[in-house]
């Protein structure tokens, strides 16, 4: 089922999401609804409470060399937390909840991440590409934060200038 997707600067944007304790089929149905909902919007990620539900829950699916979105590609990540990170890197972003804005936000170039598929089962995963800078922007919903946030000062109050004005006509 497609759930409604929570755009800025919509508060629930700002919660620190909860851990996961029960790896059931609430939660089987929340990544399914997360699948469909992210590619029907053409996403590459999306985490839980971009549909408004505050759980550390994150989806990233990277399309593959023929640009086609496989749905056995998904990567599911429950509970992520960070555990190895080095280097810097500059990576043009956007954001299912941001629509139509891209920027150019600084990320870790390697990370190491530890995390529980649906069934709870617990995997490691480190990659010093795409998928480490959508791993970093998925798990920044976790803790509240939008990429906007990380723009310089001059960029962020261009941003948030536009940004008004473009939601005050529609
Ligand atoms: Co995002």
Redesign the pocket.
């Known amino acids: 089922m497609i759930r409604e997707i929570v755009v800025y600067p919509d508060k629930r944007l700002k919660l620190v999401s909860r851990e996961v304790e029960e790896f059931n089929s609430v939660l089987h149905e929340l990544l399914d609804d997360m699948y469909e909902t992210m590619v029907q919007s053409s996403g590459v990620?999306l985490?839980a409470i971009?549909v408004g539900v505050d759980q550390r829950v994150l989806i990233i699916n990277e399309p593959d060399e023929n640009d086609t979105q496989r749905k056995e590609n998904t990567l599911e990540m429950i509970n992520p937390v960070i555990i190895e990170r080095s280097g810097a890197t500059k990576y043009q972003e956007g954001?299912?909840?941001v629509p139509g804005y891209y920027d150019e936000v600084e990320r870790y170039k390697y990370v190491k991440v530890e995390y529980s598929d649906r069934h709870g089962q617990s995997h490691t995963i480190e990659d010093d590409g795409f998928l480490a800078i959508a791993m970093q922007?998925?798990m920044d919903?976790l803790d509240g934060k939008?990429?906007v946030e990380k723009l310089s000062f001059t960029k962020r109050k261009r941003f948030e200038k536009d940004w008004k004005k473009r939601h005050k006509a529609s």
């Open positions: 990620g985490a971009q954001c299912l909840s922007h998925e919903h939008v990429f």
